[in-house]
């Protein structure tokens, strides 16, 4: 049972997502609830960790609300079902992926219509850079990508959006070995990437689902 507190916060994010098409940003919370960035922290540390929300590291507007949150809502009768008359849906746009060397992404507060593709389990990212050339993922193309959940562990090979913490968001092949994690490009022109994990973090955002969509369309 959600506190009245966190409740209306989980409220605000719905609200905010149907009237936008994207979630709230940190500014968006101070200025339409009247709270600072501590207690915002705080109320979103609290919905994730009790599973009502998911974010991806170092993405502004990544919140993702999940089906224990949409079955709160339902309960408490503020849930607003999505227009599925439209047959084009908004997926979120969050920014840029190197695929090249490891690079903090710039931050966008946009989306990208899309047919057929679930706004809450896909997003996209603009490609920079030419590592991953060699399985068609050009330099300045669109890339969609599927959610994954926390503590996610790709198949080898899997082409993912890692967060690699302290350096940034880069798109790769995934290997392990052991402790270390491989990120390995489709390009020679790069080297692979060994992370020791004991040291270094890495998080996956997403698995690539195949769809880019090239530069001007």
């Not at 009247?34 to 609290?46: A, H, K």
Request: with cysteine.
């Amino acid at each position: 049972m959600l506190s009245p507190v966190l409740s209306e916060t989980l409220v605000f994010i719905h609200q905010f997502e149907v009237r936008y098409g994207v979630p709230p940003s940190y500014s968006d919370f101070r200025k339409e609830m009247g709270i600072g960035q501590g207690t915002i922290q705080y109320r979103l540390g609290r919905l994730e960790s009790r599973g009502y929300a998911t974010s991806l590291k170092g993405r502004n507007r990544s919140l993702c609300l999940t089906d224990q949150a949409i079955a709160h809502l339902q309960s408490i009768g503020k849930y607003q079902a999505p227009d599925t008359t439209d047959p084009m849906h908004q997926i979120p746009f969050l920014g840029e992926i190197a695929a090249g060397y490891l690079s903090e992404p710039a931050t966008h507060n946009e989306f990208m219509e899309i047919a057929t593709l679930d706004p809450k389990q896909h997003f996209t990212l603009k490609i920079s850079g030419d590592s991953m050339i060699g399985v068609g993922i050009l330099n300045r193309a669109t890339a969609v990508f599927k959610r994954v959940p926390d503590g996610y562990e790709p198949r080898p090979g899997q082409i993912v959006a890692a967060y690699v913490e302290g350096f940034g968001t880069t798109l790769k092949r995934f290997y392990r070995e052991g402790l270390n994690v491989i990120l390995e490009a489709a390009n020679p022109d790069y080297p692979p990437q060994r992370i020791d994990t004991r040291q270094i973090d890495v998080a996956i955002h997403g698995v690539w689902t195949g769809i880019t969509i090239a530069d001007g369309v």
